[in-house]
Nanobody, 125 residues
């Protein structure tokens, strides 16, 4: 079955950087909409960054200019480079795939059919 496996989370101080990876099995990350979502304790899961099959990206306002979503087709891996991290970025980060859309990607979590297990990101002040 399809597997999405995140890695790269950890604990950093405010202002630091992390790079998250999402390795896919039995799924081609460049074939459809892919996204990074996050969920902080007591909060709903929210979209962080999305990329369509053509490489067009969208970002949540809260991370624009700090986070970058990208793909490595050869490695079939999705990345999220996170710079200038803030304590409010603390959350579990998930990668997800929407197998039904290649463009006009949806920001809604319910439209993404495949999910990874998540990786914890903790930013201390």
């Amino acid at each position: 079955q399809v597997q999405l496996v995140e890695s790269g989370g950890g604990s950093v101080q405010a202002g630091g950087s992390l790079r998250l990876s999402c390795a896919a099995s039995r799924y081609t990350v460049s074939s459809s909409c892919m996204g990074w979502f996050r969920q902080a304790p007591g909060q709903e899961r929210e979209g962080v960054a999305i990329v369509d099959r053509y490489g067009s990206t969208t970002y949540a306002d809260s991370v624009k200019g700090r986070f970058t979503i990208s793909q490595d087709k050869a490695k079939n891996t999705l990345f999220l480079q996170m710079n200038s991290l803030k304590p409010e970025d603390t959350a579990i980060y998930y990668c997800a795939a929407d197998p039904w859309r290649g463009a006009r990607c949806s920001p809604r979590t319910t439209d993404y059919g495949y999910w990874g297990q998540g990786t914890q990101v903790t930013v201390s002040s």
